[in-house]
């Protein structure tokens, strides 16, 4: 359905806070809602797709995300941005669903605040390229992936946040229920580890540029 622009000088559509587009969703208007998810819909469903590894059974989730939206919306805040909000149900779905498929162990999911189980190799500097730089390697991102989901869960789950979905630390605390600096710590102790992952990637490529 093609959604007819509104010729009178308003606010653009993609610059309405998401407090604005829930306030006009509970009025009656159906097409604030469907900027919402067009807004989300993107980063959300990868999220949901790399966590759980099943492209159908993301789409269900996906919508499961979108459906409880709609059904929350009278009890949202209103003054924040609903991202940090949607990536925590989001996360919630998915640990439902791998609890489920009993594919992993869901105590290994949940948010840990400990520091005792951290590798050594977390706190030795690193001066190679970092993650994100590699990632911009087309042939490299595949095997990052690879690299991010052998990373510890709890470490996990923050880099995916940060690196797939764009999400600041903040908005990752409020999504894993954490502090923002343990989000900040948990990411800072996964590079090393994604840096030694990607070494035996990286390094035959440096050999042959500088040949």
């Not at 993609?14 to 819909?41: I, P």
């Not at 940090?84 to 609890?99: G, K, P, S």
């Not at 095997?143 to 510890?152: G, H, Q, T």
Request: proline share 6%; charged share 25%.
């Amino acid at each position: 359905m093609q959604v007819r622009e509104n010729t009178k000088a308003t606010t653009p559509n993609d610059e309405l806070s998401d407090g604005t587009l829930v306030k006009q969703t509970l009025a009656g208007d159906q097409r604030s809602f469907e900027l919402l998810v067009r807004r989300y819909n993107t980063p959300i469903f990868n999220f949901i797709c790399h966590l759980l590894g099943d492209y159908d059974l993301a789409c269900d989730v996906s919508q499961q995300v979108f459906t409880q939206l709609y059904i929350s919306m009278p009890t949202l805040r209103t003054g924040e941005p609903l991202k940090a909000w949607l990536f925590q149900v989001a996360r919630n779905r998915c640990l439902d669903e791998l609890r489920r498929k009993r594919a992993i162990h869901f105590s290994e999911l949940e948010s840990s605040h400990d520091e005792e189980d951290l590798s050594p190799l977390a706190i030795i500097p690193d001066g190679s390229p970092l993650p994100d730089e590699m990632a911009e390697r087309s042939d490299l991102k595949e095997k990052l992936r690879e690299a991010i989901d052998a990373l510890p869960p709890k470490f996990r789950m923050v880099v995916l946040l940060r690196y797939t979905s764009q999400l600041s630390f903040a908005e990752i605390g409020k999504t894993l229920s954490m502090p923002e600096a343990t989000a900040k710590t948990y990411f800072q102790r996964a590079r090393p580890l994604l840096r030694a992952s990607m070494s035996q990637h990286w390094q035959p490529r440096v050999a042959r540029s500088a040949s």
